[in-house]
């Protein structure tokens, strides 16, 4: 069994369209993450979610909303996608404190 | 902010060869390291950790890495390389337990050629 999973795998769509990536984790793991990878592989975290609670937030734009329906999932909601959102979204998920995260397979996203 | 230097983007290496990539990272008080491999389309996946303890790290595929705090270094080592090691390399840095918060490099693209 898959331990994170990201759906869907790929997403092309046009400049201002809202889209859902969905995520989810088998591991039992109390703290979940969204990351972005860029053209250039440079990978940055996006949000983090402890037990349904944002923890971090990097300075992504608000067009980005993550919403944790239970502790298993965190979906990442994007409004009005830019040009610059193309990217390749990453899903993580590991117990609390410096253990090891766990990545899914990721989502690459193109806006047109 | 905790940051990462990977000074090679693309390192070639012939088959069985040995390799390093290298990693430098910014002086902090407390300092947590960490090395991701990350396959062709695929996820992230930890290689190894450095959080306390023996300075020399043994992680999975026959790979180590040397935290040296005199130099703010963490460089990966494999003696002898596969095809099967083709893959992008991420060092990545923490410095407050507990939240998770990793930074990484910007990678650096293993091609080992047969």
């Known amino acids: 069994d898959t331990a994170v999973s990201q759906t869907p795998k790929y997403l092309v769509t046009q400049m201002g369209n809202d889209k859902s990536i969905k995520c989810e984790q088998n591991l039992g793991h109390d703290t979940m993450y969204w990351y972005k990878q860029d053209s250039k592989k440079f990978l940055k975290i996006m949000f983090s979610y402890n037990n349904k609670e944002l923890i971090i937030n990097e300075t992504v734009p608000n067009r980005f909303s993550p919403k944790s329906p239970d502790k298993a999932h965190l979906n990442l909601h994007i409004n009005s996608l830019e040009l610059g959102d193309s990217a390749v979204y990453f899903c993580?998920?590991?117990?609390?404190?410096?253990?090891?995260?766990?990545f899914g397979p990721g989502t690459r996203l193109t806006v047109l | 902010a905790q940051s990462v230097t990977q000074l090679d983007s693309q390192v070639p290496v012939f088959e069985e060869a040995p390799v390093e990539l290298r990693c430098n990272y910014s002086s902090s008080v407390s300092v947590y390291l960490f090395w991701y491999v990350q396959y062709p389309n695929q996820g992230l996946q930890l290689l190894l950790k450095?959080?306390?303890?023996?300075?020399l790290v043994k992680g999975i595929n026959g790979f180590e890495a040397e935290f040296n705090k005199s130099q703010t270094s963490f460089h990966l080592r494999k003696p002898s390389v596969h095809i099967s090691d083709t893959a992008e390399y991420f060092c990545a840095v923490s410095d407050k337990p507990g939240a998770n918060n990793l930074f990484f490099g910007t990678g650096t693209r293993l091609t080992v050629i047969p």
């Open positions: 450095y959080l306390s303890g023996s300075t």
């Open positions: 993580a998920s590991s117990r609390a404190g410096l253990d090891t995260q766990y």
